[in-house]
């Protein structure tokens, strides 16, 4: 698989080694990288044997099959509806992007229309198969998600052991913190929407992992799951499982044989 990759920082980064230097996927490799710094570029391509370029045009004419966005959420606003446009697959891991109900229905519709599929990792977080089935059958009443990060990650106020810095829809969480709570979108994509989908945001001042707590109710039962990250080295916002998340959407996408 040929994959060209926006945005080269932690995840980027992270996706690079995985996949040009360790090799975890043999049948996978990130042959383009789109980003704007060039004076790194030379650095980088020594690095990685990737091809680097600052033209979004050069990037899309690369030999490339599917893009993958490492960037931010105004990346996957600006880009998202070219690389399909383009032919390419997409996988999006900045997914806050998809809590715009427009955006998230051109994109579906367009990759319909060209053949084309967009991956959605479950990033930092799991549980995501519970959400769809309960939802499909009508099963599904509740779901909330409890975030808690280092206070550094989430503001710059001074946190005496902790503070809620938000608690209500999802829709509005991704708005007010759109690099720490894309896991809210995921859910409410799998779940209930970003209306109905419930988020409380806790900076702790005694706690250095990233912690996503998920609690869902209905007819079924009940399901939780407590997922105690360990940050990446270089951005303590996102989460380590983010990367893996996506290196296993990655390896998943042409198994003849599925896992849940
Ligand atoms: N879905 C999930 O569970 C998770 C999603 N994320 C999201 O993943 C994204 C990447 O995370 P990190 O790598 O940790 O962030 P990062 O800040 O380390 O790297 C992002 C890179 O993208 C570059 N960039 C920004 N706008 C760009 C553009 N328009 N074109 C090209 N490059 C651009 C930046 O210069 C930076 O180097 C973020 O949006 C983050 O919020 C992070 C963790 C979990
Ligand atoms: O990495 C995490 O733990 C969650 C995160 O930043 C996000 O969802 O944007």
Same mark, same amino acid.
């Given at each position: ?17 995985? *996949? ?5 996927l043999?049948?996978s490799?990130?042959?383009? /990288? ?9 650095? *980088? ?5 990737s091809?680097? +370029? ?28 070219? /690389?399909?446009?383009? =032919? ?7 997914? =806050?992007a ?5 955006? $998230? ?21 799991? =549980? ?11 099963? *599904?009443e ?23 810095? $938000? ?15 894309? /896991? ?7 779940? *209930? ?5 419930? /988020? ?19 007819? $079924? ?30 390896? +998943?996408?042409?198994?003849?044989l599925?896992? =849940?």
């Open positions: 698989m040929k994959i060209g990759l926006i945005g080269c920082g932690n995840i980027g980064k992270f996706l690079l080694q995985s *996949l040009n230097c360790d090799g975890f043999p049948d490799r990130i042959e383009t /990288v789109y980003m704007r710094k060039k004076q790194s570029f030379k650095e *980088l391509s020594e690095r990685y044997g091809h680097f +370029c600052d033209d979004f045009g050069d990037f899309l004419q690369s030999d490339i099959d599917l893009v993958i966005e490492a960037a931010t959420i105004q990346a996957v606003r600006l880009y998202a509806r070219t /690389v399909i446009e383009h =032919g390419k697959d997409l996988l999006i891991i900045s997914v =806050g998809l809590a715009d109900n427009g955006l $998230f229905k051109q994109l579906k519709q367009l990759s319909e229309l060209k053949g084309n599929k967009i991956h959605l990792p479950s990033g930092a977080i799991g =549980g995501l198969d519970v959400l769809k089935a309960t939802q499909l059958t009508g099963q *599904l509740s779901v909330t998600i409890t975030t808690r990060k280092p206070a550094a990650s989430l503001t710059d106020k001074a946190v005496d052991n902790e503070l809620t810095l $938000f608690d209500g829809p999802a829709f509005e969480a991704i708005r007010q913190f759109p690099k720490n709570i894309n /896991v809210s979108i995921i859910l409410s994509l799998a779940g *209930l929407g970003a209306e109905k989908t419930k /988020v409380r945001i806790i900076a702790d001042s005694n706690v250095t992992k990233n912690i996503h707590c998920i609690e869902a109710t209905g007819p $079924f039962g009940k399901f939780n799951l407590n997922i105690e990250n360990n940050p990446m080295p270089n951005n303590p916002k996102t989460s380590y499982l983010a990367g893996l998340s996506i290196l296993s959407t990655l390896k +998943c996408r042409h198994e003849a599925e896992i =849940g």
